[in-house]
C-alpha cells in the first residue's frame, strides 16, 4: 500500500500524470500517517521537492458549520488558491463571487498542460465532508481535471467511509480512476504488544543513556507482565485503534515524576480504568439519595412497562409508595422538592425528555425517558458510598417491601 | 447599449421615396433620420456614409457603408449595406497573413460571401467615418480615436488584398461627398477656392475626424446654398447635407440673405464654427444613447490639446476668443441633456466669436481656432499660411456677413434659448475671465472640464475585467518521457491522452456532424438532445465533431461559425450560464441576470454579420431551476428566426426532457435526439487496442477480459482504461526483479479485484473482537426481535450476553457507545445521532448475510 501510494505520487511529479485515489480505514489506521509518510519520502527527492505543490484542505473545516453548507465550495477555492500562492498573481483583487472564483481556478488549472506546468497534488482530508458540498462541484472540476489533459493533478483523498464510492455522483464516479487504498489494523496481538513496547521505550538518541536503558528494561519488563498483557489484551479486544492505546500509555506516563521515576503495572492498571470508567455511572455516583432514589422508581416503571416512557407523577407516585412503606428510614419530602431533584436529573441528561417542553404539556406530566441501564444503576448502587439499605433492597425488588 | 435599450430611438425615413420597385413593393429612400427621444436629437444618414452597425459586442459595433435603404411591402426598414471587418472579426489564425501590426482603427473592406447584407434599420448606431488610405501609407495619429477608421487591404474570407483602385476612389469619393448626395451646381464656386479647402480638408484627414466631416458637409453645404433659388428646394437640399436639424433650420434663415459668393464662403466659417458644435453634438447625442457618462470622457479629449496649442499660437488679444471658444467648447458638456437646444444656443454665440477675432486680430484669423483646436500641435506652418490665405480672400466679407447672419439668427431663436445662451457663456466667461495670462486660461479650460465631469454622473469606468491569467508555476524539470513500453503504454491509455480517433462513436459522430452541418448551411438553428450513461464518450464525440467542422470551414467548405461550451457541473448556479455564455462569446464580464438581458437581445434579433453559434451545454441537468427559465431560454433562442443557435445538450439521462423539463422546455428541446449506448465488450476491445496502437503491452485475452468485465458492469470507456493502465502498475511492480514483460490476465484480474471488490468484509474481518461480537449482537437482536433496526441498549443487552458465553469481561455502556460510533463512522452501521444515547437506532449498512459471511470464517 504504501508503495503504491508512492509510485503513484511519484509519477505524478516526474511523468506529470495526472491521477486520483482513495485511501480509506477506520479511525486510528494511519492514513493520514501514511500519507505524511509518503510525502516526507517524496520531498526528500530532490527532483520532486522542486516540483510539486501541495494543497491540502480538511473537510472539517468546510463543513462544520452547519449555515455556510452552500458556500463550503467557496471557502475550499480560496484555501486552494490560497496554498497554490495563486494570490500574487490576482493581487489586491477581491474575489468577488463564488462563480468567479471557479472560473478563475479553472483557467489557473486549464492553461497548465501535462510537460510544462508543475504538477498540483490535492489532498482532501475527510474526503466523505467533500461530498456533501452542492452539487460536488469541487470534487467534479478536481476529478476533471485529473482525466483531461491540463495541469498534471493528483487528487488524495483520506476517508474512514467505507461507502465512499456510492456517495459520489454518477459523473464524478465516473471521472474517479477508482483507485482505492484500503487500510487496516490487521495485526494481531503479537503485533499489538510489540508496538505498545516500541511506543513506550525511549529510543537511542536519549541523552541520559542509563537512564533510558533502565527505562526501556523496564517496559521490557512490563511487556511481560501477565496483569499487564491482560489489560493490553482486553483493550486490544475492544479496540484496535492505536489512538486508544496511546491515550492510555499518555495517562500512565503522566504519573512519572522525578520520585517514581519509572511506570508500574500498577500505573497502567490504574490508567486502564480511568480510561474504561463508564462516564453515566459515574454521575450516579455524585448524586444524593433521593435523586437515587427516584432514578430506582423510574428504573421500576421502565421494568413494569417495558421501556415506555414516564412522566414525573408516576415517578412521583412509585417513590411515594415506597415512602409510606419504609417511611421509618427515609424524610418524606415535599411534591415541590422531588420536582426540583427530578429537574436536576433532567439537566444531567439522565433522563431525557422525549419533546420539547411546551406550554400546553404541564411540567409533571411531561414524557420522559431513563437514559441508564438497569446494570448501570445497580453498579452504581454498589459503589455508592452510605446508601441505606432499604434503598438498596428497593432497587433490587420493587415488590421487596409487600 | 443597455441604456439605449431604455431609451426610445425612432427611425423615420427622410425625403420622400427616391424610387420604388411595384413587384417587389419596396420604396427606396436616400437617407434616414435617427431621432432619439430622450435626448430629443436629430441625426440624418445619407446613402454612401459610414455608419456603425450594432453587433454582438456592443464595445465593437460593426463598421459597415450604407449602400441602399428600402422599406418593404410589410413596412419594414431595411438597409443594404458594404461591410468593412475589424481586425478582431478576422479569424485569428489569418491575422498573420498581413504580416504587421493592425491597429484597432484599421477595418478591413469586406468581401467575404456569405454575410448578410441587409440589416435592419434599427440596428444603425451612428455613423462614422472609413477613410482609405494606400498601401504605404501610416496611420494618421488621431486625437478622436473612437470615430474614424482607415481601410487599406480588403477581406474576402481567406486573404488580405490591396484595395482596387476603383474602390479606392469609390470610398474616397463616398467620403468626400459626405452626404453622398452628387450635387450638380459644383460649378458655381470657383475652382480657386474650392481646392484649397479640398485641399484642406483633405490634409485635416489625417489628424482630425470631426473637423472633417464637418468640412465635408460644408462643402456640400456651400454647394447646395448656392445652387438654391428657390427656398423650399434649397432648404431640402441643405437638409441632405447638414446633420443636425438644428444647423439647417439656421441655414435657411441664412440663406434669403445671401447672394454674394464671398460672403456665402463668409457664411461657411461660421458654419464651420457652429458645425463645430454640431459635430459634437451628434457625438453627443450618440454618447447619450449609452451613457450619459461617457459624454465628458469623449468630449473632453479635443479640449485640452486645443487650449493649450491655441494659448501658445494666439496674442494675447486673441483670449477674448478663447473664452469665447472655451464657453463653446463646454456648453455641450454641460447641457448635454438637450443638445438639439444647445445647438442653437451656440450659433449666437459662435457669431461674437468669429466677429470679435476678426475684428481684432484682422489678417491673424482666429478662424483658424477651431481648426488649430482639433488639429494636434505638430501642424504644418504650410498649412496654417494656406488657411490664411484663403480667409484673407474671404475676409472683407466677413464682418458684415456676420453680422447680418448673426442678427437674424438670434432673431429666430426663441427667447428661452435666448436666455440660456446669456446666462451660460456668462457663468463661464466669468471663470475664465480671471485668467490673463495664456498659461492661467489654459488652466481653466482645463480646469473646467474637470468640473463638469464632476456634475455628470462619475464615469465607473468600466474597469476591464483585470486579466490575471492566472498560472500553475512551471516546472522545473522537464517531465520525465516514458521509458518502457509499459508506461508509454500507460501515457496512452489515460483518460486525458486524446486519441487519433474515435473508434466504435461513427455512427453518432456522422449523426451530430451531419446535423450540425446542415444548420451550419442552412444559416439556421436548431437543438439536439444528447444523452447517455458516464464515460460512453459523449462529450468527446461532440468535441471531436466541432475540431472538424472547424477544419472544414477554415478549408472552407462550410460557413465560419463559433463555438462555445459550458458545463453545468462547473458553473455554481444555473444562471451563471447566461454569463459564460456572453463571456465566451463576446468577452464581456457582467452580472446574470444583464447577461441573459444581453444574450436575449443577441439572439432575437436580426444581428448582421453574426456567424453561426454552435453551443455545447454539457450536464445539461444541472441547469435546472424550479422555474426552469434557463433552460428555457436556452431552448428558445434557436426557434428565434434570426438567432443562428446550434444547441448541442448533453446530459446522462434519456428521458430528461420528459422527466424535469416543462412541457414548454421540452417542446422547445425538439425531438432531434440521440442516445449514447453504453460501450459493448467488443468496442471496448476496440477502444483499448487503438489507443495502444500497436504497442505490444497487453495480452490479447487481457484487454479481453478487461473489456468483459466493464461492459457487464457499466460500458464506461474511463473505467476500462483505468483498469488498464492499474494494471500495467501491477505488471511493472511484478516484473521489477525480472526482465520487462507485457500484462497478462493475472494482472488484469488482480487490477479488477482491486478496483470492484467491496471492502465491507474485509474491513469487519479486521475489526477488533468486540467490535465483531457487536455486529453478532445486532444479528441476534435482529432475529429475536424480527425488525431490522434496534436500540443500542437492545443490543447492548445480547451483546453482554454473548460475552459472557465467550467468558469475556464485559464492556461498559460507554464503550459500546464508542464501538457503535466507530462502527457507524465506517458506515458498517448506519446510526441516529449520538445524543440519544441507550435510545440510539442502529441499522446494518450492508446486508446480514455479509456480516454472517464474514464472522463464520472467523
Redesign the interface.
Same mark, same amino acid.
Given at each position: 500500500r504504501y508503495r503504491h501510494l508512492l509510485e503513484l505520487l511519484k509519477r505524478t511529479t516526474v511523468h506529470g500524470e495526472s491521477n486520483s485515489a482513495l485511501v480509506i480505514g477506520p479511525r486510528g489506521s494511519g492514513k493520514t500517517a501514511l500519507l505524511n509518510h509518503v510525502l516526507k519520502e517524496l520531498r526528500e527527492m530532490k527532483q520532486v521537492r522542486e516540483n510539486l505543490l501541495e494543497v491540502h484542505l480538511n473537510g472539517k473545516s468546510y463543513s462544520s458549520i452547519q449555515m455556510l453548507r452552500d458556500t463550503n465550495d467557496k471557502v475550499a477555492l480560496k484555501e486552494i488558491t490560497r496554498q497554490l500562492h495563486l494570490e500574487n498573481v490576482v493581487g489586491d483583487k477581491v474575489f468577488g463571487s463564488f462563480a468567479e472564483n471557479l472560473a478563475f481556478l479553472l483557467e489557473a488549472l486549464r492553461k497548465g498542460d501535462r510537460s510544462s506546468s508543475c504538477p498540483v497534488l490535492f489532498i482532501l482530508d475527510e474526503f466523505d465532508l467533500f461530498v456533501h458540498h452542492k452539487n460536488q462541484t469541487l470534487l467534479y472540476n478536481l476529478f476533471d481535471i485529473s482525466q483531461s489533459a491540463q495541469t498534471p493533478v493528483t487528487v488524495i483523498g483520506l476517508t474512514c467511509r467505507q461507502d465512499i464510492l456510492e456517495l459520489l455522483e454518477k459523473r464524478v464516479k465516473s471521472r474517479f480512476s477508482h483507485r482505492q487504498i484500503y487500510l487496516m489494523n490487521s495485526f494481531d496481538f503479537k503485533q499489538y504488544l510489540r508496538i505498545f513496547k516500541e511506543q513506550l521505550s525511549l529510543p537511542a538518541e536519549f541523552p541520559d543513556e542509563s537512564f533510558a536503558q533502565k527505562w526501556n528494561n523496564n517496559v521490557q519488563h512490563l511487556s511481560e507482565d501477565k496483569t499487564v498483557q491482560d489489560m493490553l489484551q482486553n483493550l486490544f479486544h475492544y479496540t484496535k485503534d492505536l489512538r486508544s492505546l496511546h491515550l492510555l500509555l499518555m495517562l500512565a506516563v503522566c504519573n512519572v515524576t522525578v520520585h517514581h521515576p519509572l511506570i508500574t503495572a500498577a500505573d497502567l492498571h490504574e490508567a486502564n480504568k480511568q480510561y474504561r470508567t463508564d462516564s453515566k455511572a459515574n454521575i450516579v455516583h455524585g448524586l444524593s439519595v433521593l435523586e437515587i432514589c427516584l432514578v430506582i422508581a423510574m428504573k421500576h416503571l421502565n421494568d413494569v412497562y417495558e421501556g415506555e416512557p414516564f412522566n414525573f407523577q408516576m415517578v412521583y407516585n412509585e417513590f411515594q409508595k415506597f415512602i409510606q412503606r419504609k417511611a421509618h428510614c427515609m424524610y418524606n419530602f415535599e411534591k415541590p422538592v422531588v420536582m426540583k431533584a427530578f429537574e436536576h436529573l433532567l439537566q444531567l441528561e439522565l433522563v431525557k425528555p422525549l419533546e420539547r417542553p411546551s406550554v400546553r404539556v404541564q411540567r409533571e406530566y411531561l414524557l420522559m425517558k431513563l437514559l441508564l441501564d438497569n446494570n448501570q444503576i445497580m453498579d452504581a448502587l454498589q459503589a455508592y458510598p452510605n446508601c441505606p439499605t432499604d434503598v438498596k433492597q428497593w432497587a433490587a425488588s420493587s415488590l421487596s417491601w409487600l | 447599449m443597455n441604456t439605449r435599450q431604455q431609451s426610445k430611438i425612432i427611425y423615420s425615413w427622410y425625403g420622400k421615396p427616391v424610387s420604388s420597385d411595384r413587384k417587389l413593393r419596396t420604396f427606396q429612400y436616400k437617407g434616414i433620420i435617427i431621432q432619439s427621444e430622450r435626448s430629443r436629437t436629430e441625426t440624418c444618414i445619407q446613402l454612401g456614409e459610414f455608419i456603425l452597425v450594432e453587433g454582438e459586442n456592443a464595445d465593437q459595433p460593426f463598421v459597415a457603408q450604407l449602400l441602399d435603404l428600402y422599406e418593404d411591402g410589410a413596412q419594414q426598414k431595411h438597409a443594404v449595406v458594404q461591410w468593412f471587418s475589424r481586425i478582431a472579426e478576422i479569424p485569428p489564425n489569418k491575422r498573420k497573413l498581413l504580416k504587421r501590426e493592425v491597429s484597432p482603427q484599421e477595418v478591413f473592406f469586406d468581401q467575404v460571401v456569405g454575410y448578410d447584407s441587409e440589416i435592419a434599420v434599427e440596428t444603425i448606431i451612428k455613423s462614422t467615418m472609413v477613410i482609405p488610405l494606400h498601401l504605404g501609407e501610416e496611420l494618421p495619429i488621431t486625437l478622436n480615436k473612437e470615430q474614424t477608421f482607415y481601410v487599406k487591404h480588403s477581406w474576402d474570407g481567406k486573404t488580405f488584398k490591396a484595395l482596387s483602385p476603383d474602390t479606392f476612389s469609390r470610398l474616397k469619393e463616398a467620403n468626400k461627398k459626405g452626404g453622398g448626395i452628387p450635387n450638380s451646381s459644383n460649378s458655381f464656386i470657383p475652382s480657386d477656392i474650392v481646392s484649397p479647402l479640398k485641399k484642406e480638408t483633405e490634409s485635416l484627414v489625417g489628424s482630425a475626424t470631426k473637423p472633417k466631416n464637418v468640412e465635408l458637409e460644408i462643402e456640400s453645404k456651400h454647394s447646395a446654398s448656392k445652387s438654391s433659388l428657390a427656398k423650399e428646394r434649397h432648404s431640402q437640399r441643405m437638409a441632405n447635407g447638414i446633420k443636425t436639424p438644428t444647423a439647417r433650420k439656421k441655414l435657411q434663415l441664412n440663406s434669403p440673405t445671401r447672394s454674394p459668393k464671398g460672403r456665402f464662403l463668409g457664411c461657411e466659417v461660421l458654419e464651420l464654427l457652429d458645425d463645430d458644435c454640431d459635430a459634437v453634438a451628434p457625438l453627443e447625442s450618440s454618447a447619450m444613447k449609452r451613457k450619459v457618462k461617457f459624454t465628458g470622457i469623449l468630449g473632453s479629449p479635443p479640449k485640452i490639446p486645443h487650449a493649450s496649442d491655441r494659448s501658445k499660437s494666439t496674442f494675447d488679444t486673441a483670449e477674448h476668443c478663447q473664452r469665447f471658444s472655451d464657453t463653446i467648447l463646454l456648453t455641450p458638456y454641460r447641457k448635454v441633456k438637450d443638445s438639439s437646444e444647445k445647438g442653437k444656443n451656440l450659433n449666437p454665440k459662435d457669431d461674437p466669436v468669429s466677429l470679435t477675432g476678426h475684428q481684432d486680430l484682422g489678417s491673424q484669423s482666429p478662424v483658424l481656432t477651431p481648426h488649430s483646436r482639433r488639429t494636434c500641435a505638430q501642424k504644418t506652418k504650410a498649412r496654417i499660411a494656406e488657411q490664411i490665405s484663403i480667409l484673407n480672400t474671404l475676409e472683407l466679407n466677413h464682418e458684415e456677413d456676420f453680422l447680418s447672419s448673426s442678427d437674424s439668427s438670434y432673431s429666430s431663436s426663441s427667447e428661452e434659448e435666448e436666455s440660456d445662451v446669456l446666462c451660460t457663456p456668462e457663468k463661464k466667461t466669468r471663470s475664465s475671465r480671471t485668467s490673463s495670462t495664456p498659461k492661467s486660461s489654459r488652466k481653466s479650460s482645463v480646469h473646467t472640464p474637470a468640473k463638469t465631469l464632476k456634475k455628470t454622473p462619475l464615469p465607473g469606468t468600466p474597469k476591464t475585467p483585470?486579466n490575471?491569467?492566472?498560472?500553475?508555476?512551471?516546472?522545473?524539470?522537464?517531465?520525465?518521457k516514458?521509458a518502457s513500453i509499459l508506461?508509454e503504454a500507460?501515457?496512452r491509455l489515460?483518460?486525458?491522452?486524446?486519441p487519433e480517433s474515435l473508434p466504435c462513436r461513427e455512427e453518432e459522430f456522422q449523426d451530430i456532424y451531419n446535423f450540425v452541418e446542415s444548420k451550419l448551411l442552412d444559416g439556421t438553428g436548431g437543438c439536439m438532445y444528447i444523452s447517455g450513461?458516464?464515460?460512453t464518450g459523449k462529450t468527446a464525440t461532440v468535441h471531436e465533431v466541432i475540431r472538424c467542422l472547424k477544419q472544414a470551414a477554415e478549408n472552407d467548405e462550410l460557413p465560419s461559425f463559433q463555438s462555445v461550451e459550458i458545463n453545468g457541473?462547473?458553473?455554481?448556479?444555473p444562471h451563471?450560464a447566461y454569463?459564460?455564455i456572453l463571456e465566451l462569446l463576446t468577452g464581456q464580464k457582467v452580472t446574470a441576470t444583464h447577461a441573459a438581458t444581453l444574450l436575449a437581445k443577441l439572439f432575437s434579433t436580426p444581428g448582421p454579420k453574426r456567424k453561426t453559434t454552435v453551443l455545447i451545454v454539457d450536464?445539461l441537468d444541472?441547469l435546472w431551476t424550479r422555474k426552469q427559465n434557463v433552460m428555457y431560454n436556452l431552448f428558445d433562442w434557436p426557434t428565434q428566426k434570426h438567432s443562428k443557435l446550434i444547441i448541442l445538450a448533453i446530459a446522462?439521462t434519456m428521458d430528461l426532457p420528459e422527466r424535469i423539463m416543462m412541457n414548454r422546455v421540452a417542446s422547445r428541446l425538439g425531438l432531434t435526439r440521440m442516445s449514447f449506448q453504453p460501450y459493448t465488450y467488443k468496442q471496448l476491445q476496440q477502444i483499448i487496442s487503438s489507443r495502444l496502437n500497436s504497442i505490444k503491452a497487453f495480452e490479447e485475452d487481457a484487454i479481453q477480459l478487461v473489456s468483459r468485465k466493464v461492459a457487464a458492469l457499466s460500458g464506461?470507456a474511463?473505467?476500462c482504461l483505468? &483498469?488498464c493502465? @492499474?494494471a500495467t502498475?501491477i505488471c511493472e511492480?511484478a516484473s521489477q526483479k525480472r526482465t520487462p514483460e507485457i500484462v497478462r490476465m493475472a494482472h488484469v484480474m488482480e487490477a479488477i479485484e482491486?478496483?470492484f471488490s467491496?471492502?465491507?468484509v474485509?474491513?469487519i474481518r479486521?475489526?477488533?473482537?468486540?467490535?465483531q461480537i457487536f455486529l453478532k449482537a445486532i444479528l441476534a437482536e435482529f432475529r429475536r426481535a424480527g425488525v431490522e433496526e434496534a436500540t443500542v441498549?437492545q443490543v447492548?443487552h445480547q451483546h453482554?450476553a454473548l460475552c459472557r458465553i465467550e467468558g469475556?469481561?464485559s464492556?461498559?455502556?460507554?464503550?459500546i457507545m464508542? &464501538?457503535c460510533s @466507530?462502527l457507524g463512522?465506517?458506515?458498517?452501521l448506519l446510526v441516529e445521532s449520538s445524543d440519544?444515547?441507550?435510545?440510539m437506532r442502529v441499522r446494518l449498512?450492508i446486508s446480514q448475510d455479509d456480516v454472517m459471511y464474514a464472522l463464520k470464517d472467523e
Open positions: - | 483585470r490575471a491569467t492566472p498560472e500553475i508555476p512551471r516546472r522545473n524539470h522537464a517531465a520525465r516514458p508506461e500507460r501515457l489515460h483518460v486525458s491522452a486524446v450513461v458516464p464515460g457541473m462547473k458553473l455554481t448556479d451563471q454569463v459564460q450536464e444541472l446522462n464506461d474511463r473505467r483505468d &483498469i493502465r @492499474r502498475e511492480l482491486e478496483m467491496s471492502a465491507y474485509n474491513a479486521n475489526a477488533s473482537w468486540h467490535e441498549q447492548y453482554v469475556m469481561q464492556p461498559t455502556i460507554s464503550e464508542a &464501538i @466507530r463512522a465506517c458506515r458498517l440519544k444515547y441507550l435510545h449498512n
